[in-house]
């Protein structure tokens, strides 16, 4: 059974940072893409970033491009999101993603994910 385990979200201001974390359990995940979605009340799950087998192909959605930056240790099947210069707009809860097809980047659609953490809740305020 996958595991997907998110922790680092939190209160903060307008300008912060913060990190996120995803630990992956269950099985081998180093030949699947990994990335982050975000869900605010009452508007849809919206993709965040993508990163493929390295670090080297990343993907990321318009709204976090520069400020964002997602990274994998594939040894300790971790995933993470660096997040900098956070904005009110970036509070959401943020979920870790499994990409559904082996040796293949993660698209942005929500489809696209086999497995999903539970969520961790990011506020900023401003």
Not at 11 to 18: F, Y
Not at 100 to 120: A, E, I, K, L
Request: hydrophobic content about 30%.
């Amino acid at each position: 059974q996958v595991q997907l385990v998110e922790t680092g979200g939190g209160l903060v201001r307008a300008g912060d940072s913060l990190r996120l974390s995803c630990t992956a359990s269950g099985r081998s995940f180093s030949a699947y893409s990994m990335g982050w979605f975000r869900q605010a009340p009452g508007n849809e799950r919206e993709f965040v970033a993508a990163i493929g087998l390295s670090d080297g192909n990343t993907s990321y959605g318009n709204s976090v491009k520069g400020r964002f930056t997602i990274s994998r240790d594939t040894g300790k099947n971790s995933l993470y999101l660096q997040m900098d210069s956070l904005k009110p707009d970036d509070t959401a809860i943020y979920y870790c993603a499994l990409g559904r097809s082996p040796f293949r980047m993660m698209t942005d659609s929500p489809h696209d994910v086999s497995s999903w953490g539970q969520g961790t809740p990011v506020t900023v305020s401003s």
